[in-house]
């Protein structure tokens, strides 16, 4: 079993900055990739970012492209997703995610362990 802890979300102004942390505990020798989901109101959870655990290879959605950044600390057993440039249309609850197999996926599906999700809010 894999836990996760994700934290970081809040207010902010459009064109702000956040960092979102994700501290995985458990067996966490058995994550693959790491992943950050996001779901606003009355819509279905999409995917943002995801790097593999080891490697640091690093997958985007197009919206996302050139403001975010998704990095991992191993030693501390963390990811972070660095928002920059955020727009009104971010606003969302953002989850982080791992997965204990290859390949790297972008379907929410294929991931096995969900941390309990923190909100974002984009104002405008």
């Known amino acids: 079993q894999v836990q996760l802890v994700d934290a970081g979300g809040g207010l902010v102004q459009a064109g702000g900055s956040l960092r979102l942390s994700c501290v995985a505990s458990g067996r966490t020798f058995n994550i693959y990739t790491m992943g950050w989901f996001r779901q606003a109101p009355g819509k279905e959870r999409e995917f943002v970012a995801a790097i593999r655990w080891s490697g640091g290879s690093t997958y985007y959605q197009d919206s996302v492209k050139g403001r975010f950044t998704i990095s991992r600390d191993n030693a501390k057993n963390t990811v972070y997703l660095q928002m920059n440039s955020l727009r009104v249309e971010d606003t969302a609850v953002y989850y982080c995610?791992?997965?204990?197999?290859?390949?790297?996926?972008?379907?929410?599906?294929?991931?096995?362990?969900w941390g309990q999700g923190t909100q974002v809010t984009v104002s405008s």
């Open positions: 995610a791992a997965r204990p197999v290859p390949p790297i996926s972008t379907r929410p599906d294929d991931y096995d362990y």
